[in-house]
């Protein structure tokens, strides 16, 4: 009977065991489908950290999902205060927002769904589901994967390691690695809310264009504009400076490199437009949004367009490839593309 006893405690201590032991990457992973699949909606609060150039730079990102296919995704630059822009894609499509220079782009494009994004749930449960080559591991506080990143037209960075919180299965960290598997983007989550409340106006353009969500208030008038300083790429793929020319278009002062080489290419630079009152209706853009770090612009397969500290800049080639179209852009603001 002792025996019997013996045996019966010996099995509850397995028992116990076996219950506190770290769920299998394949539970790990079938979890981690319902809870996206199931999700109604979520609020976060990230910080992206670029670690290449001299210094390390830092930017806030708040990001707001409903179901049905509706994103806001805020971008706040401490160091351009003007430039902050939400992304948006609601049931009229997806739009590029600057609230501070009154302007809006409309995209005919698959955003979010075309490419990795580090800083949206979703994506990264995909990103994980579609790698069956990723690699997983536990630690005491996380389940951790390392898979495939899919960028369009970009192998710079082609891996990425994600954090799961073991309790709620929601991210935690992200780090984007280049080839040597060194870390370039990394993205911390402060908060994530699970099911939030959202009212109808959250996701328009009007209300966001205002100003109410995005911090900047809806009385604010632009800043006096300084003149225009030009900047130059570090990375121009053995092309040199041939050419600077200054010209005068519309009233306003306008700035155009040319350089030549194997790999030609011309950089357009001149003061952005601050208009009084937002436009009525968002400008139809070309391309597809694209994350530099530091700002959104368009990229098409040969040209790059973006907006960055009151500065509208123009990257156009028809002999640079479209990545190398993003390593020479990137390098004109001493950054990295993520």
């Given at each position: ?19 506190c ?55 706040k ?29 409309k995209?005919?494009?698959?955003w ?39 960028y ?96 005068s ?54 040209s ?35």
């Open positions: 009977m002792k025996r019997f006893a013996g045996l019966i405690v010996f099995a509850a201590f397995l028992f116990l065991l076996a219950g032991s770290d769920a299998s990457r394949e539970e790990v992973v079938q979890k981690l489908e319902e809870t996206s699949a199931e999700l109604q909606g979520y609020k976060a609060e990230a910080t992206m950290k670029l670690n290449t150039g001299e210094e390390q730079q830092a930017y806030g990102i708040d990001i707001w999902y409903q179901k049905d296919d509706q994103y806001r995704v805020l971008l630059n401490d160091a351009d205060e003007q430039g902050s822009q939400v992304i948006l894609r609601n049931k009229d499509g997806v739009f590029v927002l600057t609230p501070a220079l009154r302007k809006s782009f995209f005919q494009s698959e979010p769904y075309n490419s990795s994004q580090p800083y949206l749930y979703q994506s990264l449960v995909q990103d994980v589901l579609k790698d069956g080559n990723a690699t997983f591991e536990t630690t005491e506080e996380h389940y951790v994967f390392q898979t495939k990143t899919t369009q037209n970009n192998t710079t960075l082609p891996y990425q390691e994600i954090y799961f919180n073991k309790k709620t299965y929601t991210p935690e960290l992200v780090k984007v690695l280049d080839k040597d598997k060194k870390p370039m983007v990394e993205v911390t989550f402060s908060a994530f809310k699970l099911d939030p409340k959202f009212t109808e106006k959250d996701f328009e353009l009007e209300n966001n264009m205002t100003g109410s969500l995005s911090g900047v208030p809806a009385s604010a008038t632009p800043t006096e504009q300084q003149g225009l300083t030009v900047l130059y790429p570090t990375e121009t793929v053995g092309a040199t400076l041939a050419e600077e020319k200054e010209v278009a519309d009233g306003k002062e306008r700035v155009i490199l040319t350089y030549e080489g194997e790999k030609s290419f011309t950089l357009i630079q001149e003061l952005a437009d601050v208009s009084e009152i937002a436009p009525a209706a968002a400008t139809p853009a070309s391309g597809e949004p694209f994350s530099l770090g530091f700002t959104v612009g368009a990229i098409t397969s040969s790059l367009t973006w907006t960055h500290n009151g500065v509208d800049y123009m990257l156009a080639s028809e002999e640079l490839t479209r990545e190398e179209i993003q390593e020479v852009a990137a390098s004109i603001n001493g950054q990295a593309m993520k």
